[in-house]
């Protein structure tokens, strides 16, 4: 899936859209992204001038984008239907090593319970082989029109 298919599932955009590929999803089940973390994002500015790292907050957003991903697609909705899914809560979150750019996340998303209205997912993100975050997430849907 590519980034003009990905923004009919997500709200966000440059500079806070998170996701630039799909490349695996089973619906009800898992998801695997990328995220390109590039020099020119615009946090580098001053996180930290000298020495860029991608903040930790912004690995979890990504995780969290890709989960909204997961809950569009495996209920065959998309913005369109009217609904968005919010980041409620985030549970055992520990970062292993910084990502700096020219880095390309892997996000892995897996569900461990989907519900009506929301869903708790299993997070982890890679550069290459290396874990350097992982996380337990809860999204909560919301109709909006």
Not at 88 to 110: M, N, W, Y
């Amino acid at each position: 899936m590519e980034v003009t298919e990905i923004v009919k599932y997500l709200p966000h955009r440059f500079p806070f859209l998170l996701v630039d590929r799909v490349i695996e999803f089973e619906a009800n089940k898992r998801i695997v992204a990328i995220k390109n973390v590039s020099v020119n994002e615009p946090m580098f500015t001053g996180h930290f001038p000298d020495t860029p790292v991608f903040p930790g907050v912004y690995i979890v957003e990504a995780l969290a984008q890709a989960s909204g991903i997961l809950a569009f697609k495996s209920r065959n909705r998309t913005l369109d239907d009217g609904y968005i899914y919010y980041l409620a809560g985030t549970d055992k979150t520990k970062f292993k090593r910084s990502v700096i750019p020219g880095d390309q996340l892997r996000l892995e998303v897996d569900i461990i319970n989907l519900r009506n209205h929301w869903m708790k997912v299993s997070g982890k993100a890679f550069v290459g082989e290396t874990l350097v975050c992982s996380s337990r997430l809860t999204c909560a849907e919301q109709k909006v029109s």
